[in-house]
C-alpha cells in the first residue's frame, strides 16, 4: 500500500550489527510505531575502523545478517551506504549519504540506543547532525538517560524519548554466549543464528 502523505519519514539505525540482535529489531519497532515511519534503514558500519575493539564479524557478514533479520519485515531494510564509502564510519557522512538517497521532502530521523545517545557530543561534526535528521534516542536497560539533565549544547538534548521494550541483549553478550557454546536462540533471529552457525562465527 502507498502511503498517502506526502512526506516521507525515514528512520536511520546504524550500528555495528556484529551481530545483530533481538534488541536491535525491538528499537527499530519501537521507533517506527512511536514516531509513525514509513521506513526504518539498517546502516551497517564500515570494517575500516580507527577505534578501540574493531568489529569481530566483516562487514559483508554483518550485512548480510542484518538483510537475513530484516528480511520479513516490510518497514526495514538494510543499507550498505557506510560500507561502500570509504574510510571509518561518522554519523554525519552517513546522514548526508542517506539524504541523497531521497527527495527533498523525505524527513530523517536518527534512531539511537540511549548509550549512544548520551555519547553523541563526542561525535564528528556532532553539531551538524541536527541539521540533517531529527534525534531519537530508544531506552536502553542500564543506560540511564535524562534528556533534561543534557546541556542545551549536546546533540541529543533536542532528542525525542521513546522508552521502548527495554530488552537486556548486547551483541557482545550473544558473542560471549557463542564462545562459550552457549545457545543463543533467546536473543537473535533464526535464520542469523544459522549463518553464525554456517559460517562457524564468533567461535573461540
Ligand atoms: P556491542 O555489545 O558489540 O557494543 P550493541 O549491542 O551495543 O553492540 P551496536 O551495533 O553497537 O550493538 O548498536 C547499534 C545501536 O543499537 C546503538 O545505537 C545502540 O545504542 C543500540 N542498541 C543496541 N542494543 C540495544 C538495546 N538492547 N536497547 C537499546 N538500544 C540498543
Known sequence: MTSSRITKRVGVFGGTFD?????????????????????????????????????????????????????????????????????????VDTLRDIRAQFDDSAELFLIVGADSASSMNRWKDAEQIGGLA????????????????????????GAEYVEGPMLDVSATRVREFLSAGEAIDELVDEPVVEYIQKQGLYRK
Open 19 to 91: 551481530p545483530i540482535h533481538n534488541g536491535h529489531i525491538a528499537v527499530a519497532r519501537s521507533a517506527l510505531e512511536a514516531l509513525d515511519l514509513d521506513q526504518v534503514l539498517f546502516v551497517v558500519t564500515s570494517d575500516q575502523w580507527l577505534r578501540e575493539n574493531p568489529p569481530v564479524a566483516s562487514a559483508a557478514d554483518r550485512f548480510h545478517m542484518v538483510e537475513l533479520a530484516v528480511d520479513n519485515v516490510l518497514e526495514f531494510t538494510a543499507s550498505d551506504v557506510d560500507i561502500i564509502r570509504e574510510g571509518s564510519t561518522y554519523t
Open 134 to 157: 531529527k534525534s531519537v534516542a530508544v531506552g536502553r536497560p542500564g543506560q540511564a538517560f535524562a534528556i533534561e539533565t543534557l546541556d542545551d549544547s549536546h546533540p541529543a538534548s
